[in-house]
């Protein structure tokens, strides 16, 4: 599985931004789409995640201003980004599997990571 994950950038704290992750390949149908985050110094943190059987996840951080979509059609995932603060810079990477996971060590397809930077 592909992954390409797009829409970081600078914004100010309170501000907003939108992720778009798109998954490809012969395996990318069905399959979970999960966003992590990685702040210098720091481990890669489980942000969201949307499975079709399960539901939507989020991590605690993130709870109530981070809303996670999915469109299985074009197989991609978006995490718009609502208040946001300057915690919440980071590299941000989505991964893909068949189950939403909060352990980034269970993935094994990732994708390059895009860069968000909230300024205070």
């Known amino acids: 599985v592909q992954l390409q994950a797009s829409g970081g950038g600078l914004v100010q704290t309170g501000g907003s931004l939108r992720l778009s992750c798109a998954a490809s390949?012969?395996?990318?149908?069905?399959?979970?789409i999960t966003w992590f985050r990685q702040a210098p110094g720091k481990d890669r943190e489980f942000v969201a995640c949307?499975?079709?059987?399960?539901?939507?996840f989020y991590g605690d951080s993130v709870s109530g201003r981070f809303t996670a979509s999915r469109d299985n059609t074009k197989n991609t995932m978006t995490l718009q980004m609502n208040s946001l603060k300057p915690e919440d810079t980071a590299v941000y990477y989505c991964?893909?599997?068949?189950?939403?996971?909060?352990?980034?060590?269970?993935?094994?397809?990732w994708g390059r990571g895009t860069l968000v930077t909230v300024s205070s």
């Open positions: 390949g012969p395996a990318s149908g069905g399959r979970v």
């Open positions: 949307i499975s079709n059987r399960d539901g939507t």
């Open positions: 991964a893909s599997d068949v189950a939403c996971h909060r352990s980034a060590g269970w993935y094994d397809d």
